[in-house]
Each structure stands twice: as structure tokens, then as C-alpha cells.
Nanobody
Framework: VQLQASGGGLVQPGGSLRLSCAAS????????IGWFRQAPGKERERVSC????????YYADSVKGRFTISRDNAKNTVYLQMNSLKPEDTAVYYC????????????????WGQGTLVTVSS
């Protein structure tokens, strides 16, 4: 079971990026998928999550209204659309998969991707 996070890069403040989380060989539609991030010197924090059941979503207050999580089961991929990026969004972003329907903490996630670096700077 592998998760592959991609889509990171360097973007100016106010810009946008779309992160992707793809899986192999299992299908994502039976898992809740979460995005986490870890900035240098800080703990990993939960950014967003989409449930495995009804597609309900969670967003951290710091990204609410700017980030959107979605899933495309046909492509076996979960996306994190990030708009109006700020320098404080700079971090390595990880995706995780959980068998818990609505996971609320990191320990609920059984599988992790390798991370993709997002740098927001002018």
C-alpha cells in the first residue's frame, strides 16, 4: 500500500497550488483521506480531511475558506486545492489514509505518503 503526494512547489503569496494524493494498489474510496503539514521546527498539524462515507470534510481554521479537499474515485485520487496562499502555509504536506470513517487525529491514519514541499515566498 503506497500513497503518493505530489503537486508541491514554489508559489508567490496569493497564488494557488493543487496537491494530489494517489494510491496503489488499493482504492481510496474505502478510506478517509487527510492532509497534514509540517513546517520546520513545528509539529505536524492536520489541515483537512474528507470522510470515506458521505464526503463530509474538515478544515483547520487556518485554511478554512482558502483550501478545498475533494476526491475523484474514478482517478483514485484526492486533491487539495490551495488558494490565496500565505508564507505561513510553507511546509511539507503529507496525505494519509484512514479506515476510521471520520478520523480526528494522526493516530487514526494507517498509511502515509512521502510528502511534497510547498514554499510560499516572493
Amino acid at each position: 500500500v503506497q500513497l503518493q503526494a505530489s503537486g508541491g512547489g514554489l508559489v508567490q503569496p496569493g497564488g494557488s497550488l493543487r496537491l494530489s494524493c494517489a494510491a496503489s494498489p488499493f482504492t481510496l474510496d474505502g478510506y478517509a483521506i487527510g492532509w497534514f503539514r509540517q513546517a520546520p521546527g513545528k509539529e505536524r498539524e492536520r489541515v483537512s480531511c474528507i470522510s470515506s462515507s458521505d464526503g463530509s470534510t474538515y478544515y483547520a481554521d487556518s485554511v478554512k475558506g482558502r483550501f478545498t479537499i475533494s476526491r475523484d474515485n474514478a482517478k483514485n485520487t484526492v486533491y487539495l486545492q490551495m488558494n490565496s496562499l500565505k508564507p505561513e502555509d510553507t511546509a511539507v504536506y503529507y496525505c494519509g489514509a484512514s479506515e476510521v470513517v471520520i478520523p480526528t487525529r494522526q493516530s487514526h491514519y494507517e498509511f502515509w505518503g512521502q510528502g511534497t514541499l510547498v514554499t510560499v515566498s516572493s
